[in-house]
């Protein structure tokens, strides 16, 4: 059996209903459910049982202390022009958060785990977009260049498991692994 795993620092509600409030109900624009917006560490994809209990033994043994992270700037991926996901940035080279990040793809590939190739950018997918044109967003993410949710204390992060349903994912908590 398997698991398709990623690793996440949640958010507090009140971030996540902040988030919620800005849906500009563009058509196209499918905004996340609060309860599933967090900043993904990493996507570890389909993870075999005995490499997930592996996993879970060298997450356990990252130590970090807690720290606050700014909550600032709206922004889009895109693909040829055309928007793709709809994101809230977490600052700039975030040492704090670089330092987790880079513990949590270290005990990824001390149990075998393909590291992503791309480089990571830190953020918040709050919405997913198709057949949604630049024009259509751009009084959208003028309006919020400069949104700002102020800061997030990060004690904690997860790993979770996800399945993928028609009605969307459904994440499940496997481990928490807190600051010391």
Sequence with gaps: MSKRLFVAID???????LFAALDPHVRGVRWTNPAQMHLTLSFLGEVPDETNLALQEKLRAISFGAFFLPIVGVGTF?????????WIGVGKAHPHLFQIYKRVQEAALAVGLEPELRS??????IAHCKDVSAQSLRKFLQAHANFDAGMVHVEDFHLYSSKL??????HTRELTVSAR
């Excluded at 895109?78 to 709809?86: E, L």
């Excluded at 990571?120 to 997918?125: F, G, N, R, S």
């Design 120 to 125: 990571w950018h830190p953020h918040i997918t």
């Design 78 to 86: 895109s693909t040829r022009g055309a928007p793709k996901i709809i």
């Design 11 to 17: 958010l507090p509600e009140s971030t996540r209903q």
């Design 165 to 170: 349903t028609p009605a969307g994912p459904i």
